[in-house]
């Protein structure tokens, strides 16, 4: 499986997926400059977190012009994967290959920390090695997380089950006070109905190294290989 990470200006978690899919699990994965407009060699398309074109106007505003974003919904309009974190989860609505919109957090402020996550859907090529209701803990980094939709999107998406990660205690309770940012309905992650683009607010890539102290990220990858190529 051939990964391939766009890089914006202002990208500064290329590099920490590529340590995951290439370093740790040996894949082969290219580095995708923004201008490029031709990724058909790529099985999946990864859009990193960061500060494309650094958040001006908001996040992914400017982002979603570059020539790669055409070929993305291309890419994803044939059935093939993209996975949007943080800055790409942002990017992802704004060129609406997923609905609603990431804006400020709640309380107006960037938030670092290392939370707790249940996961809702495990019948996905992401989710395929966890089961569902797992608690896993991953970190989170971003000014404008608060996932906002209207109540018919959200309603779909909760239909569908196409809300795969949420917010939520140690012991797995989704709660007002386990949502950081404000999300609407604790929201850390949404794909679209057809589950081959996924957009979430945690970082998986920096929770996949053991030296880390924290594998539970690392489970989306082996998890898309085994699905997928059944590696």
Same mark, same amino acid.
């Given at each position: 499986?051939?990964?391939?990470?766009?890089?914006?200006?202002?990208?500064?978690?290329?590099?920490?997926?590529?340590?995951?899919?290439?370093?740790?699990?040996?894949?082969?994965?290219?580095?995708?400059?923004?201008?490029?407009?031709?990724?058909?060699?790529?099985?999946?398309?990864?859009?990193?977190?960061?500060?494309?074109?650094?958040?001006?106007?908001?996040?992914?505003?400017?982002?979603?012009?570059?020539?790669?974003?055409?070929? *993305?919904? @291309?890419?994803?309009?044939? $059935?093939? !994967? =993209?996975?949007?974190?943080?800055?790409? &989860?942002?990017?992802? *609505?704004? @060129?609406?290959?997923?609905? $609603?919109? !990431? =804006?400020?957090?709640?309380?107006?402020? &960037?938030?670092?920390?290392?939370?707790?996550?249940?996961?809702?859907?495990?019948?996905?090529?992401?989710?395929?090695?966890?089961?569902?209701?797992?608690?896993?803990?991953?970190?989170?980094?971003?000014?404008?997380?608060?996932?906002?939709?209207?109540?018919?999107?959200?309603?779909?998406?909760?239909?569908?089950?196409?809300?795969?990660?949420?917010?939520?205690?140690?012991?797995?309770?989704?709660?007002?006070?386990?949502?950081?940012?404000?999300?609407?309905?604790?929201?850390?992650?949404?794909?679209?109905?057809?589950?081959?683009?996924?957009?979430?607010?945690?970082?998986?890539?920096?929770?996949?190294?053991?030296?880390?102290?924290?594998?539970?990220?690392?489970?989306?990858?082996?998890?898309?290989?085994?699905?997928?190529?059944?590696?």
């Amino acid at each position: 499986m051939k990964f391939g990470i766009i890089m914006f200006p202002g990208s500064n978690c290329d590099r920490d997926v590529a340590w995951v899919t290439q370093g740790l699990l040996g894949q082969p994965t290219r580095m995708v400059w923004h201008q490029e407009e031709d990724i058909s060699d790529v099985d999946v398309i990864v859009i990193p977190g960061g500060f494309s074109y650094g958040d001006y106007l908001r996040c992914g505003a400017i982002a979603r012009f570059s020539p790669v974003m055409k070929a *993305t919904i @291309i890419h994803a309009q044939k $059935g093939k !994967l =993209v996975l949007g974190i943080c800055n790409g &989860f942002q990017i992802l *609505t704004e @060129i609406g290959l997923l609905p $609603g919109v !990431l =804006v400020r957090n709640q309380k107006l402020n &960037f938030i670092c920390n290392q939370v707790p996550v249940k996961v809702e859907n495990s019948d996905t090529p992401w989710t395929s090695a966890y089961t569902k209701g797992e608690v896993i803990s991953l970190p989170i980094a971003h000014g404008e997380g608060h996932y906002y939709a209207d109540a018919d999107t959200l309603k779909d998406l909760e239909n569908n089950c196409q809300i795969l990660f949420r917010y939520c205690t140690e012991n797995g309770e989704i709660s007002p006070e386990a949502n950081p940012n404000g999300s609407l309905n604790n929201i850390a992650g949404i794909c679209n109905r057809q589950g081959n683009v996924l957009g979430m607010m945690p970082h998986p890539e920096r929770a996949s190294d053991p030296m880390l102290g924290d594998t539970d990220g690392m489970k989306l990858f082996k998890g898309l290989l085994m699905a997928v190529v059944g590696i």
